[in-house]
């Protein structure tokens, strides 16, 4: 049973969640130090460390941004928390490619330290390209997208710009719409005749 958190423990587990439920998947240590102004990482990780002492979260060993809170803990030990995801090949995080192909392949992930509740339409994608390594995607990590989420402003998506497909963030302002790199050696992308959204980034898994 959790016991009572301090104010600033309650306003770090907050962020975790309502970081999970807007990316797709927890903050890193560095995201949390800036979002709250601590004056080094190590001040972040001691909240995690007390929180996770007061059993509101469980940080799993050698495992980049895995975080699982304690309300999924329980489904995290049993076999029906894993699933196979399609893997529908690569996604450039770069420069627009060819639209991806489907190789018949899955991705075997952990549903509950993801976030995801359902995985009713998501797949997987492998990135390739470091346009979005500001959001701390590198190269050969695999995204996990939905395919049956509304995309918003500020999403992480996969999308089909002028034939081509590209992992970037979606920009929406009025009636434009456009894709923002998280690298600023890459321009920003403006469809000519058609931006198609494919799905919208539900979590990450690390390559290594």
């Known amino acids: 049973m959790p016991v009572a958190l301090t104010k600033r423990q309650e306003e770090v587990l907050d962020f975790l969640k309502a970081s999970r439920q807007a990316q797709g998947l927890m903050p890193s240590t560095r995201e949390i130090q800036e ?60 420069y627009a490619e060819t639209p991806f192909p489907k190789h018949g392949e899955f991705l075997r992930v952990d549903r509950s330290v993801l976030g995801l509740h359902s995985a009713e339409g998501c797949f997987a994608l492998k990135v390739r390209g470091d346009s979005m390594v500001g959001a701390h995607i590198l190269d050969g990590d695999y995204v996990i997208l939905d395919a049956n989420r509304l995309p918003r402003h500020g999403d992480i998506v996969a999308a089909l710009i002028d034939g081509q497909t590209t ?16 690298n600023p050696r890459f321009p920003d992308l403006v469809a000519e005749e058609q931006l198609l ?7 990450l898994v690390r390559s290594n």
Do not use: Y
Request: aromatic share 4%; charged share 25%.
């Open 35 to 94: 979002h709250f102004g601590f004056a080094s990482q190590t001040a972040a990780v001691d909240v995690l460390r007390a929180l996770e002492r007061k059993g509101s979260l469980k940080r799993l060993p050698n495992k980049a941004r895995a975080i699982l809170l304690t309300e999924h803990e329980e489904s995290s030990h049993t076999d029906s928390s894993i699933i196979n995801l399609p893997l529908f090949g690569a996604v450039a995080a770069g």
């Open 167 to 182: 992992l970037k963030r979606l920009m929406i302002e009025g009636p434009r719409r456009w894709l923002q790199a998280e």
């Open 197 to 203: 959204v494919q799905g919208v980034m539900r979590g």
